[in-house]
């Protein structure tokens, strides 16, 4: 095994493998160490929506961007990764709900985003099996789907990296990272992208678990043509502290179809918590009444890495040696592909197509430590041919 990389992800979710495989593609010698398997965190437990969303600006500009990645990369990606574009519609369900979907149409036509208004019939037509009357809705024609997982494992496998699966880091700083096995490798670049972990390895920063559950159903082929988001799916996200369920709905190219979706803060238990699971249906089904007679095949969870102002964090900390790639909540499978180019730009020295800041672990508790990393990099080299 070697000891000493270009580069060090810890984490082989879709952010670590993004991470992996935009610094692999500038000759960067990558090592990536994960303590299951690739994609078992979040990774797994996600729907997969690449959603364009604009609570900040900070917010609309990486998820477009990211958005815009994943268009790009989606005639390489392998039927396996099941990447389709269905567009999102986000129902309102009265009057209320409806100025919202105004407000989201002005922002989104301002942005240059091509969004549609549905009224109540437009809305039961493209989705026949919503319940009637809803008020109506917004289409994002551009928002796509894809299998999370199969995401990830195909990043990794294009990158030309060493895969550590299985390994558990327990300590990372100063250069350096050590293995539960007692092995220790080096770079002067590490990569914390242990999503809800992250604290583990770089105590004091600022996340929280936030756990998820998902339900996929049996196959129900043209039950749903899009993903379908309920409006107060938004004030479900921002709602800091309660539990909390709303309705989101995406069909797959198996047929399958997988509902959503829950929010529980400081809950440590990664099991499947039935009384959750009931709610999310119950809820589903007063959108989609059917739902309540669909097969269940299995129910997924997971815990998403909260920041305070529903950023993620990326970029530099104050030991110069550690870059954090976490905190994307519910939208990581989404700006994955944005997240590793912009670390990589930081971390090269190249210009980015959107600004870092609003990311930076500074604006939390970090001060930004913009060391001479192109120089620190060559004296690893150099110590690596000694
Ligand atoms: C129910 C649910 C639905 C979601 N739906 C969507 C969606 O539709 N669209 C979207 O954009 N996002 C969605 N998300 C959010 C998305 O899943 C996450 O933001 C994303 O998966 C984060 O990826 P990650 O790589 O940062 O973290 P993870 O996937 O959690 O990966 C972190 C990895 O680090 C490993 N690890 C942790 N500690 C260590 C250690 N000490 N040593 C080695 N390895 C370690 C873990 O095993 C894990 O594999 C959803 C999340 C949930 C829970």
Same mark, same amino acid.
């Given at each position: 095994?070697?000891?000493?990389?270009? #580069?060090?992800?810890?984490?082989?979710?879709?952010?670590?493998?993004? $991470?992996?495989?935009?610094?692999?593609?500038?000759?960067?010698?990558?090592?990536?160490? =994960?303590?299951?398997?690739?994609?078992?965190?979040?990774?797994?437990? #996600?729907?997969?929506?690449?959603?364009?969303?604009?609570?900040? =600006?900070?917010?609309?500009?990486?998820?477009?961007?990211?958005?815009?990645?994943?268009?790009?990369?989606?005639?390489?990606?392998?039927?396996?990764?099941?990447?389709?574009?269905?567009?999102?519609?986000?129902?309102?369900?009265? &009057?209320?709900?409806?100025?919202? *979907?105004?407000?989201?149409? =002005?922002?989104?036509?301002?942005?240059?985003? @091509? *969004?549609?208004? +549905?009224?109540?019939?437009?809305?039961?037509?493209?989705?026949?099996?919503?319940?009637?009357?809803?008020?109506?809705?917004?289409?994002?024609?551009?928002?796509?789907?894809?299998? @999370?997982?199969?995401?990830? &494992?195909? +990043?990794?496998?294009?990158?030309?990296?060493?895969?550590? @699966?299985?390994?558990?880091?327990?300590?990372?700083?100063?250069?350096?990272?050590?293995?539960?096995?007692?092995?220790?490798?080096?770079?002067?670049?590490?990569?914390?992208?242990?999503?809800?972990? #992250?604290?583990?390895?770089?105590?004091?920063?600022?996340?929280?678990?936030?756990?998820?559950?998902?339900?996929?159903?049996?196959?129900?082929?043209?039950?749903?043509?899009?993903?379908?988001?309920? +409006?107060?799916?938004?004030?479900?996200?921002?709602?800091? =502290?309660?539990?909390?369920?709303?309705?989101?709905?995406?069909?797959?190219?198996?047929?399958?179809?997988?509902?959503?979706?829950?929010?529980?803060?400081?809950?440590?238990?990664?099991?499947?918590?039935?009384?959750? *699971?009931?709610?999310?249906?119950?809820?589903?089904?007063?959108?989609?009444?059917?739902?309540?007679?669909?097969?269940?095949?299995?129910?997924? $969870?997971?815990?998403?890495?909260?920041?305070?102002?529903?950023? @993620?964090?990326?970029?530099?900390?104050?030991?110069?040696?550690?870059?954090?790639?976490?905190?994307? &909540?519910?939208?990581?499978?989404?700006?994955?592909? #944005?997240?590793?180019?912009?670390?990589?730009?930081?971390?090269?020295?190249? +210009?980015?197509?959107?600004?870092?800041?609003?990311?930076?672990?500074?604006?939390?508790?970090?001060?930004? $430590?913009?060391?001479?990393?192109?120089?620190?990099?060559?004296?690893?080299?150099?110590?690596?041919?000694?």
């Amino acid at each position: 095994m070697n000891r000493r990389y270009d #580069a060090l992800v810890i984490g082989a979710g879709i952010v670590g493998a993004a $991470c992996a495989l935009e610094l692999a593609k500038a000759k960067m010698r990558v090592a990536v160490v =994960e303590r299951e398997g690739v994609g078992s965190g979040a990774t797994a437990a #996600a729907m997969g929506h690449i959603v364009v969303m604009a609570d900040s =600006e900070a917010q609309f500009l990486l998820t477009s961007y990211s958005q815009s990645l994943w268009a790009a990369l989606s005639s390489e990606l392998p039927a396996s990764v099941e990447c389709q574009r269905p567009g999102t519609i986000w129902i309102a369900s009265d &009057e209320e709900e409806m100025a919202e *979907v105004v407000r989201k149409f =002005e922002y989104y036509t301002a942005h240059g985003v @091509p *969004v549609e208004v +549905l009224d109540a019939q437009a809305l039961a037509e493209a989705e026949p099996n919503l319940r009637r009357p809803l008020a109506g809705g917004l289409r994002v024609a551009s928002d796509m789907v894809l299998d @999370p997982l199969r995401g990830a &494992e195909y +990043l990794l496998q294009t990158a030309s990296v060493d895969l550590m @699966p299985g390994q558990t880091v327990v300590t990372a700083g100063n250069g350096r990272i050590a293995l539960q096995n007692g092995t220790e490798l080096e770079s002067p670049v590490i990569i914390n992208a242990t999503g809800a972990f #992250a604290p583990a390895l770089a105590p004091g920063i600022a996340i929280r678990k936030r756990k998820g559950h998902l339900v996929l159903t049996d196959r129900y082929p043209g039950f749903v043509r899009h993903q379908l988001v309920e +409006l107060g799916y938004l004030k479900s996200a921002h709602s800091s =502290e309660t539990d909390s369920v709303a309705f989101n709905i995406q069909p797959r190219k198996s047929g399958q179809l997988l509902i959503g979706s829950s929010r529980q803060f400081d809950v440590e238990d990664p099991g499947i918590d039935r009384g959750i *699971v009931a709610s999310m249906i119950e809820r589903a089904s007063l959108y989609m009444p059917e739902i309540a007679k669909l097969a269940t095949q299995r129910v997924q $969870c997971g815990f998403r890495a909260a920041t305070p102002d529903k950023l @993620p964090l990326i970029g530099p900390t104050e030991d110069p040696s550690i870059f954090l790639a976490t905190g994307h &909540e519910g939208l990581g499978i989404t700006t994955s592909l #944005a997240t590793a180019r912009l670390l990589a730009d930081h971390i090269l020295g190249r +210009l980015s197509a959107i600004p870092i800041e609003p990311y930076l672990p500074s604006r939390f508790a970090f001060k930004i $430590c913009l060391q001479d990393l192109p120089s620190r990099m060559a004296r690893s080299r150099k110590g690596d041919q000694r």
